[in-house]
């Protein structure tokens, strides 16, 4: 039985198409993949079906008095509120039933009735089912297998960074257990133990799923059919993510020598009624403009352009690029044991370790944006650094990355700029909008072309993989193995890094008890 059902779906975004005249069902069993290019409308999808945004045309149809639950990397989180108190709000509805089950015993003790009794029996057995007198116990698994614990359930909310914040709204809405659950990019802020985790909890949810997601291994392990979003279609395969890719691949030939075959049959048809629209023949040059006008004319393969990514080289004057000795990271309070780690050119290091555990925090503070607690750490006199940071968070989010581009590098053209994102794998057509209406993974472009414009020899890179698609990553993998010079790397996916990194240092041996 279908919970879902897309129909006759359109939408243009300025002169790009995404989606022609297409659709999809989601079925009660599906636990459903979401795959296809940046850029190509994943996450626009997500917002069409949740009714965030109005399609052009298309008919979205959901099975009635079902509950939907939606990763909403945006929901607030009142300032004052613990994390733990957050998370007691996805059993709202629970509190208040039993709060007003302590009201109709404080009632039936004044007025002895029957009919309160009855209710307030109806009620418990509602508290009973859902398993109300066991939530603590619940919040506490759920806050375990993401990693929440580790933060801290008493902490306050607003002292989140952007990773635990999307950590934290992911753990409540699998606590709401709704009947549909809607995730886009859920493994962005976790580590290997917690999309585990995730997995596990995945494959045992009883409801249907749609996943967006750039991490294959983990789309794999969780899904039993796949939508692709190419060419402005949706199309559903069944069966495993390495099946569906093979489908795609054959699918994707045969419409390219289709659209090949239309495009010569168009261009024959145009020629005949230019040459014969006045002559002789000028009625059936106007029969065959009719059957052009009524052609259904199949969507152009798109735009979309790869990435190539060329980070300078600055020469340094010594092997040593950086050295930590027995620094101390943390807010208030240490999250790590007194740290001691080195980096010579070339050497490439990846830190590893749970999320929230201390690793931006690390490399903020060997940056000088958070104090140190106590230690030092010194870089050379000509070690130059390239930083990535990993939360998309932009002064002016109305600006274009044209703007934000030119704005890094004043000294640079503007053709020059746009040689750059062009070569990053922005589109044209993206260059000239609001940052703000860039995906996630094109966002993660604009900031990548940025450190391909400056030279450096030690480039800090915290979490660049995430948004990415698999085609971007592959290339953002070689540009590094290529860079002449050091590489300092944090990132959840050990298979973006296997075969090139010199030394994994984990800092959960590290942690602060």
Request: charged share 25%; net charge positive.
């Given at each position: 039985m279908s919970v879902l059902t897309v129909e006759n779906l359109q939408q243009q975004f300025l002169d790009k198409t995404l989606y022609d005249d297409t659709g999809f069902a989601l079925n009660q069993e599906d636990h459903m993949g979401i795959i296809g290019q940046n850029g190509v409308g994943k996450s626009t999808l997500i917002k069409i079906i949740t009714g965030q945004i109005l399609p052009d045309s298309g008919k979205i149809t959901w099975k009635k008095h079902i509950k939907i639950g939606y990763l909403d990397q945006y929901v607030s989180l009142a300032e004052q509120q613990t994390i733990f108190e957050f998370l007691k709000s996805a059993f709202s509805e629970l509190y208040a039933l039993n709060k007003q089950n302590e009201q109709i015993y404080a009632d039936y003790a004044e007025n002895p009735d029957d009919d309160l009794l009855e209710k307030a029996g109806h009620n418990q057995e509602i508290l009973e089912a859902k398993n109300f007198y066991d939530i603590e116990t619940t919040i506490n698994q759920v806050a375990s297998g993401l990693g929440i614990d580790a933060i801290g359930l008493d902490r306050n909310s607003?002292?989140?960074?952007?990773?635990?914040?999307?950590?934290?709204?992911?753990?409540?809405?699998?606590?709401?257990?709704p009947d549909v659950l809607l995730l886009d990019e859920?493994?962005?802020?976790?580590?290997?133990?917690?999309?585990?985790?995730?997995?596990n909890y995945l494959n045992n949810f009883a409801g249907a799923f749609i996943v967006i997601s750039h991490d294959y291994d983990f789309l794999g392990q969780i899904t039993n059919c796949i939508c692709d979003i190419e060419f402005g279609k949706i199309t559903k395969y069944r069966g495993t993510l390495n099946q569906a890719r093979r489908q795609k691949e054959a699918n994707k030939e045969t419409y390219l020598k289709a659209y090949a075959t239309q495009q010569k049959k168009i261009e024959k048809t145009k020629a005949y009624i230019?040459?014969?629209?006045?002559?002789?023949?000028?009625?059936?040059?106007?029969?065959?403009?009719?059957q052009l006008a009524h052609m259904d004319i199949l969507t152009p393969p798109g735009n979309l352009m790869a990435s190539h990514f060329n980070f300078p080289y600055q020469?340094?004057?010594?092997?040593?690029?950086?050295?930590?000795?027995?620094?101390?990271?943390?807010?208030?309070?240490?999250?790590?044991?007194?740290?001691?780690?080195?980096?010579?050119?070339?050497?490439?290091?990846?830190?590893?370790?749970?999320?929230?555990?201390?690793?931006?925090?690390?490399?903020?503070?060997?940056?000088?944006?958070i104090p140190k607690l106590s230690g030092d750490y010194w870089f050379s006199a000509t070690t130059k650094v390239g930083y990535f940071k990993q939360e998309l968070l932009w002064n002016n989010n109305q600006q274009t990355p044209l703007?934000?581009?030119?704005?890094?590098a004043p000294k640079l053209t503007q053709k020059k700029v746009r040689q750059s994102l062009a070569r990053a794998g922005i589109e044209r057509d993206n260059v000239d909008k609001p940052i703000k209406m860039l995906s996630g993974g094109e966002q993660t472009k604009v900031k990548l072309c940025i450190l391909t414009i400056f030279p450096a020899n030690l480039l800090i890179l915290d979490e660049p993989t995430n948004h990415l698609d698999e085609q971007t990553k592959d290339a953002l993998s070689q540009s590094l193995q290529n860079f002449e010079?050091?590489?300092?790397?944090?990132?959840?996916?050990?298979?973006?890094?296997?075969?090139?990194?010199?030394?994994?240092?984990?800092?959960?041996?590290?942690?602060?008890?």
């Open positions: 607003s002292e989140l960074s952007g990773g635990q914040r999307s950590k934290v709204i992911l753990a409540k809405l699998l606590l709401e257990q859920p493994t962005n802020y976790l580590d290997t133990n917690h999309i585990e985790w995730l997995i230019r040459k014969n629209k006045a002559g002789s023949r000028s009625t059936i040059a106007k029969s065959r403009e009719k020469l340094s004057a010594v092997r040593m690029l950086l050295d930590v000795s027995d620094l101390v990271v943390g807010y208030e309070k240490p999250l790590l044991t007194p740290f001691n780690f080195s980096i010579t050119q070339p050497e490439k290091v990846a830190i590893t370790g749970f999320n929230g555990i201390g690793k931006s925090t690390l490399i903020k503070t060997l940056l000088g944006i703007q934000i581009v030119q704005a890094a010079g050091s590489v300092l790397l944090v990132t959840h996916e050990p298979g973006f890094y296997e075969g090139w990194i010199d030394r994994v240092i984990d800092i959960e041996k590290l942690q602060v008890k």
